[in-house]
């Protein structure tokens, strides 16, 4: 069953923007932690964004450290009452032309 394992991810701290969609699986992702299949996470964890040149990841896992730049404290209890508006959203790309 190890096929089916779930990481929670959640939008890199520093991203510009409040929301993304996976296209693929349809999964909004957002500054709260969400849960996602191992193979959906092997596939987008290679999506990269860039700030004044330098490129970080768009999606971090929920207890890695990048989530210390994060306005909760890392080991803040999971907290899906998320008021925010969907209505702006940006859309992930699966442009992932290899695989390992």
Known sequence: MAKNKKVWV???????RDKARDVVS??????DAVEIGESDWNRL??????LNGDSY???????SEFSAE???AEDAPVDNDNENS???ESILQDSISEEE
């Open 10 to 16: 959640k939008l890199h701290p520093l991203f510009t």
């Open 57 to 63: 990841p768009l999606l971090i896992e929920a207890d």
């Open 45 to 50: 964890k290679e999506k990269n964004w860039y």
């Open 86 to 88: 969907y209505e702006d």
């Open 26 to 31: 349809g999964v909004m992702f957002s500054q």
């Open 70 to 72: 994060d306005n909760e």
